[in-house]
């Protein structure tokens, strides 16, 4: 129900404020709208309360990582050699 998924957020979020890091695997099924097509992905994921910082890098389908620091994106694709850097609180 509505009340249960609720309630669920409201823990989940109360778990995540008393973490002070975070590290797991994980996978991930996506759709894209335009043309529709099912993919999925996998890798893992850091995080360190202090400073607001995370990685997600990913292993599957290709490698790849999201650098985020609270203010600024950094996202990286290892098979292609590019980095896009987004600055700013109003870019995340």
């Known amino acids: 129900s509505e009340k249960q998924a609720i309630k669920l957020?409201?823990?989940v979020q109360k778990k995540y404020q008393s973490l002070s890091s975070l590290s797991s695997d994980f996978e991930q099924e996506y759709t894209n709208n335009f043309p529709v097509i099912k993919e999925s992905s996998k890798g893992h994921?850091?995080?360190?309360?202090?400073?607001?910082?995370?990685v997600w890098q990913y292993e599957m389908p290709e490698k790849?990582?999201?650098?985020?620091?609270?203010?600024?994106?950094?996202?990286?694709?290892?098979?292609?050699?590019?980095v896009s850097n987004c600055a700013g609180k109003d870019s995340l």
């Open 64 to 82: 790849k990582a999201f650098y985020i620091d609270g203010n600024k994106l950094i996202y990286h694709i290892k098979n292609i050699a590019y």
């Open 45 to 54: 994921i850091y995080y360190l309360k202090n400073g607001g910082k995370m």
């Open 9 to 11: 957020a409201a823990d």
